[in-house]
C-alpha cells in the first residue's frame, strides 16, 4: 500500500514527505504563536534525532519511552526509535513514582525522553531502579542548566551529534528504515488495568496501519484536515489519531501550548477533526450553561427559545420524521443568532467529525451538541485491538450505541454476552505474559474485549457494561453495575458512582460529588465550605444529590433502583488505586476500601465512621477520617424537588 | 532568549536616617554577578530601606553604592532601572485592571525607543520593536508558566499568581540585578515552593544577580549562596547560609536575649 516505502509507520514518513513536502505536518503553539513544521522538515527532525540516537548506541529492538504533555519533539522521538527498528513505550505524564519504575522496569526502556525538568526528576529519583536505562533525553532545557549527568542529553544537543554522525555514516537512516517489517513492534502501550500491575500491549506497525485503513474506510478524513493532539499521549487513542491517522492520512496535527490553555488553543486552531472523552462534552456543555445564565435576559431568552427549536428538530431527526416548515425557518434563524456562535465560541465551527469514546456521554450533552450542529459520533476500541473496533457512520448518530463494526473488523458476541473482535489490528500480546495474551486473544484469533454487548436491530453495538462486572440481585434481576452508575454520572452534579447490587436486595451507591458544580450551586445559595470533603458532608448537599438520584431513577426500571447513597469524602483517585488514569473504576480494591460503607448501605444504618488514606502528588500518604451519612431516596414521586434544585 | 550576565553590587558604609531613625547604619556588602543573596532581619531593620536605596528611591545620607562598579547612588529610580535593576515590591504594585501580558509589556517601557509618533502610527521600527519587546515578554511568560493567563485581567487572580506576574514584570526588564521584596509573603507551602524554583531558575538560566528579602527562614537557607544579617540598621553577620544560622549574634536577634541566654 505504501509502494516502495517501508510498510511501517517511518516508511509513512518517509512517503508523506515526498507526496505532501511543504505542506504542514506538525504545528506547536509556542511563545504565543503556532509554529509549523512541514512534512519534509518533520522528517529532517526525525532522521537527526534517529542518527542521533545511533550515535548514543541505539540498537533495534531497544525500546524508548517519552513522558511528557502531548510535544512535537515527543512524538518524532517515538518516530526516530521505530526508524531503527525500535519500539516506542509511551506513558502517562501524571503517573507517580511507583507506576513509572514498575513500566521502565517492565519493558526494559533504554532511553527516556522527557518533557522538561519536572519530568527529568522523577527520572532521577528513580534512576537506581532502572538497570536498562542508558540516556535520559529532554526537551525544555530550563531549569536544566545545572544538571551534569554524562547521561543527560538536550534533544537539541543529540539531534546535532546525529547530524554528524549522518555525515560520518551516509545513508544510515534510509538504511535502517529500508530494514523495518511490517511484524515488527511498533508501540507498547500500557493498559492501565483495573486489577493488578499494568500490561503492555504490544502493537506491529501491521496493526497500526490495517486499522488505520479500516478507520479511513469508515470515516473519510483528508490531508487539509486539523487534528489537535491534547489527550494523554500514553493513551491508545492519542498514538492511533496523532501518530498512525495523521501519518496514513497525512493530515496536521497540532500541539497545544499548555494543558491550561487547550480550551483557548482549540478555539484559535478550529480542528476539522476532534476526539474528546464525554467529561470534556459536558464541560463545554456546562460552560455554555454558564454562560448562558451569566448573559443579559434578552441574550438568554433568545438562547433558550433557539435550544428548545434545535432540540425538537434534533428530536424528529433522530425519529426520521419530517421537520415542518416553520421550524425548519426557526432551525435556520437559530443557526444565524446563536448555534454558529455558539460552536464558533467552544472551537468547532470548523469540525466535521467530533468523536466522543471511552465511556459513555449522557444523552442529553450528546443530544445538545448534534442539536447544535456539531456533528457528534461515539466510537468504540480498545488499547488491545489498536484503539478501533466500531464508529457511527454519518446520519446514524446515536447516544445509546457505539457504532457498526469498522470496514475489516469483526464483531460477534461470545459466551455470556461478551463482545469479541478478530482483525488485522488485534495485538501482538502483553510483553512478557503469553499465560495473559493467552486468555484474551483464543486459537482463533479473536480478542475477548471484556465488554458484555450486544448488537441492535440497526446492526449497531450497543456496550452495557465489563462482561465479568454483570450479575444479579438476590432476587434474580441481572444488575449491570456500570450501567446504573452512568445514569446517576448523567447528573451534572455527579462525577463519579460506584453502584452495588450482585447478590444484595436492592441497589445502593457511592457517589463522589462534582466539586465544580456543586460548590457553583452552593456559592448560588450562599452556602460557604471549606473544601471537597466540608461540601460533600453538608447536609444540604445530600439533600440536593438524594433529588438528583430519585431524579435519575425514573430512567431505571424499578427494581434497579438506588435506594440508598452516601457521598464520599474525596473524589476517587488514581493515586489512591481507586480509578485508572483513563477514569474506570477498580471495583475490587474499592470494595475492599469502603467495606464499612458497604456494610451501612446495606446494614441499614444511617452514618458510618469512615477512615479513608489519601495519596498525595509526592507520594505521601495521610489518612481521612470523618462520619458519612447515609441517605435513604424517597420514591420517584418526590422529584419535582430535584426540578426545582436544577434551576 | 539572550541573558545579559549579571551585574556586581557593592555597598560602602551606607547610611540612611529618617529624622531621627537610623534606618540604615553604616551597611557594607558585596554581591558578585551571578550571585543569590539574601538579606534577613527582624522587622524594622532596614532591609527595604536598603533595597529602596539601591534601585534610587532613597539617596543614602552617606556611603556609595556601585553598580558594576559604577556609582548609582545619586540617580534616580529610573535610571537605575535603565541600568538593569529591577524589583518587586512587599505590596503587590500591578495595573490590576491590565492584563497579565499588558502589565508584561509595561516592564518594557525602559527599552522602549520609538517616538510617539512612530509609535502611533505602528509602523516601520516602532512594529519591529514591538515585536522584539513582545518575544521577550512571551520567553517571560514561558519561563513563568503563564501561557494560560496571558489575556487575564491582573486584579482578578489569586495573590500567588500575582505575585508571580510581578515577577514577571522585573523580568520582562531584562535586569542585570533583580531585587525581590518578599517575594513569598502571605503564601501557602506549595505557591512558596513554585516561587523558590522560579526565583532560582533565573538565577542559574539567566545568571541574573538577586537580593532577596524574605522572612521564610526555610527558603532564605535553602536558596541562598550568602545571607546577610540586619538588626537596628546595622549589619550583623554575613556567611554561607549553615555559617550564619549557627551565629550566636543572629539567634540573639532574632530570638532576644533573654531566650539566647538559655538556650542550649
Not at chain 1, 529492538?61 to 504533555?69: A, F, K, M, Q, T
Not at chain 1, 508501540?187 to 503492555?200: A, D, F, V
Amino acid at each position: 500500500m505504501t509502494g516502495e516505502f517501508p510498510p511501517t509507520l517511518p516508511g509513512l514518513l518517509l512517503r508523506n514527505a515526498e507526496r505532501f513536502g511543504a505542506r504542514p505536518a506538525m504545528r506547536e503553539k509556542d511563545r504565543g504563536i503556532w509554529q509549523t513544521w512541514t512534512w519534509r522538515q518533520s522528517l529532517e527532525q526525525v532522521r537527526d534525532f534517529a542518527l542521533g540516537l545511533a550515535a548514543l548506541g541505539f540498537q533495534r529492538g531497544d525500546r524508548l519511552s517519552v513522558i511528557g504533555d502531548n510535544r512535537p519533539r515527543l512524538y518524532w522521538a517515538m518516530l526516530a526509535a521505530q526508524a531503527l527498528g525500535g519500539v516506542a513505550v509511551p506513558v502517562y505524564q501524571d503517573s507517580i513514582a511507583r507506576e513509572l519504575a514498575y513500566v521502565w522496569d517492565h519493558a526494559e526502556v533504554g532511553v527516556i525522553v522527557a518533557e522538561d525538568q519536572e519530568q527529568v526528576d522523577k527520572v532521577l529519583a528513580l534512576r537506581e531502579a532502572l538497570p536498562a536505562l542508558r540516556a535520559v533525553i529532554y526537551d525544555d532545557p530550563r531549569g536544566l542548566g545545572a544538571y551534569r549527568y554524562p547521561w543527560l542529553h538536550a534533544f537539541a544537543a543529540v539531534q546535532g551529534r546525529g547530524r554528524a554522525f549522518g555525515r560520518a555514516h551516509p545513508g544510515y537512516f534510509e538504511t535502517e528504515v529500508a530494514k523495518g517489517d511490517a511484524e515488527d513492534v511498533a508501540l507498547i502501550c500500557y493498559t492501565s488495568g483495573t486489577t493488578g500491575p499494568p500490561k503492555g500491549a504490544m502493537l506491529t506497525h501491521r496493526n497500526a496501519i490495517a486499522t488505520a485503513e479500516s478507520a479511513a474506510r469508515a470515516e473519510r478524513l483528508r490531508p487539509t484536515d486539523e487534528w489537535l493532539a491534547y489527550l494523554p499521549m500514553a493513551w491508545v487513542g492519542d498514538a492511533f489519531y496523532t501518530l498512525v491517522m495523521s501519518l496514513y492520512v497525512g493530515f496536521t496535527v497540532n500541539c497545544p501550548e499548555s494543558p491550561e490553555t487547550v480550551t483557548r488553543d482549540l478555539r484559535e486552531l478550529g480542528p476539522t477533526v476532534l476526539l474528546a472523552p464525554p467529561r470534556i462534552w459536558e464541560s463545554m456543555l456546562t460552560s455554555v450553561e454558564v454562560r448562558a445564565a451569566d448573559a443579559t435576559p434578552l441574550k438568554r431568552r433568545v438562547f433558550t427559545h433557539f435550544r428548545a427549536v434545535a432540540e425538537r428538530v434534533e428530536a424528529l431527526r433522530a425519529e426520521g420524521r419530517p421537520v415542518g416548515p416553520g421550524l425548519r425557518l426557526q432551525r435556520a434563524l437559530g443557526e444565524l443568532l446563536v448555534y454558529g456562535p455558539v460552536r464558533d465560541q467552544l472551537g468547532l465551527g470548523r469540525t466535521r467529525v467530533a468523536l466522543t469514546g471511552g465511556a459513555p456521554l449522557g444523552p442529553d450533552t450528546f443530544r445538545f451538541f448534534r442539536a447544535f450542529g456539531v456533528n457528534l459520533k461515539q466510537i468504540y476500541g480498545s488499547t488491545e485491538v489498536t484503539a478501533l473496533v466500531a464508529l457511527q457512520p454519518d446520519g446514524e448518530a446515536d447516544p445509546g450505541t457505539v457504532g457498526r463494526p469498522c470496514p475489516g473488523i469483526e464483531v460477534r458476541i461470545g459466551e455470556r454476552g461478551e463482545v469479541l473482535v478478530r482483525s488485522p489490528g488485534v495485538f501482538r500480546g502483553y510483553l512478557k505474559a503469553e499465560e495473559a495474551t493467552r486468555e484474551v486473544v483464543d486459537a482463533d484469533g479473536w480478542f475477548h474485549t471484556g465488554d458484555a454487548g450486544f448488537f441492535d436491530a440497526r446492526g449497531h453495538l450497543v456496550i452495557i457494561d465489563r462482561a465479568r462486572d454483570v450479575g444479579a440481585l438476590a432476587d434474580g434481576t441481572p444488575f449491570a453495575p456500570q450501567f446504573i452508575e452512568n445514569k446517576l454520572k448523567y447528573s451534572p452534579y455527579v462525577r463519579e458512582a460506584v453502584a452495588f447490587g450482585h447478590g444484595r436486595p436492592f441497589v445502593a451507591a457511592m457517589i463522589a460529588i462534582d466539586l465544580g458544580t456543586v460548590g457553583h450551586w452552593a456559592e448560588r445559595r450562599g452556602l460557604a465550605y471549606a473544601g471537597y470533603t466540608d461540601l460533600a458532608l453538608k447536609d444540604e448537599v445530600r439533600a440536593l444529590l438524594a433529588a438528583e438520584v430519585a431524579r435519575l431513577n425514573r430512567t431505571l426500571p424499578a427494581p434497579l433502583r438506588v435506594r440508598r447513597f452516601v457521598l464520599l469524602p474525596k473524589d476517587l483517585d488514581p493515586d489512591d488505586a481507586e480509578i485508572t488514569r483513563t477514569r474506570k473504576l477498580r471495583r475490587r480494591h474499592i470494595a475492599d476500601k469502603y467495606a464499612a460503607v458497604i456494610d451501612a448501605l446495606y446494614g441499614g444504618r444511617d452514618a458510618v465512621e469512615l477512615a479513608t488514606t489519601v495519596t498525595y502528588e509526592d507520594g505521601r500518604q495521610g489518612v481521612l477520617q470523618c462520619r458519612v451519612r447515609v441517605q435513604d431516596v424517597g420514591a420517584p414521586e418526590a422529584a419535582p424537588a430535584a426540578e426545582a434544585a436544577r434551576g | 532568549m539572550t541573558p545579559r550576565a549579571g551585574a556586581s553590587l557593592e555597598l560602602r558604609g551606607v547610611a540612611k536616617a529618617f529624622g531621627g531613625v537610623q534606618a540604615v547604619v553604616d551597611v557594607s556588602l558585596s554581591v558578585a554577578p551571578g550571585e543569590l543573596v539574601s538579606v534577613i532581619g527582624p522587622n524594622g531593620a532596614g532591609k527595604t530601606t536598603l533595597l529602596n536605596l539601591v534601585n534610587g528611591f532613597y539617596h543614602p545620607d552617606a556611603g556609595r553604592i556601585l553598580l558594576d562598579g559604577v556609582d548609582v547612588s545619586r540617580l534616580a529610580p529610573h535610571r537605575v532601572a535603565a541600568l538593569g535593576v529591577a524589583r518587586t515590591f512587599q505590596n503587590i504594585a500591578l495595573f490590576k485592571g491590565m492584563t497579565v501580558l499588558d502589565n508584561l509589556m509595561l516592564g518594557r517601557h525602559v527599552h522602549m525607543r520609538a517616538g510617539a509618533l512612530a509609535s502611533l502610527l505602528y509602523w516601520g521600527p516602532a512594529q519591529r520593536e514591538e515585536v522584539a519587546h513582545r518575544r521577550r515578554v512571551e520567553d517571560v511568560i514561558d519561563f513563568l508558566r503563564l501561557t494560560h493567563l496571558r489575556r487575564a485581567i491582573t486584579g482578578a487572580l489569586p495573590y500567588g499568581l500575582q505575585k508571580r506576574v510581578e515577577l514577571g514584570r522585573a523580568l520582562a526588564l531584562e535586569p542585570r540585578l533583580l531585587l525581590l521584596d518578599e517575594p513569598m509573603g502571605g503564601m501557602n507551602q506549595e505557591e512558596k515552593e513554585d516561587m523558590a524554583r522560579f526565583i532560582l531558575d533565573v538565577n542559574e538560566e539567566w545568571g541574573t544577580t538577586i537580593v532577596l528579602i524574605e522572612h521564610d527562614m526555610g527558603v532564605v537557607m535553602d536558596i541562598s549562596d550568602r545571607v546577610a544579617v540586619l538588626d537596628m540598621g546595622r549589619k550583623i553577620a554575613e556567611g554561607r547560609p549553615d555559617e550564619v544560622r549557627a551565629d550566636p549574634r543572629v539567634i540573639t536577634a532574632y530570638l532576644g536575649q533573654a531566650r539566647a541566654r538559655t538556650a542550649p
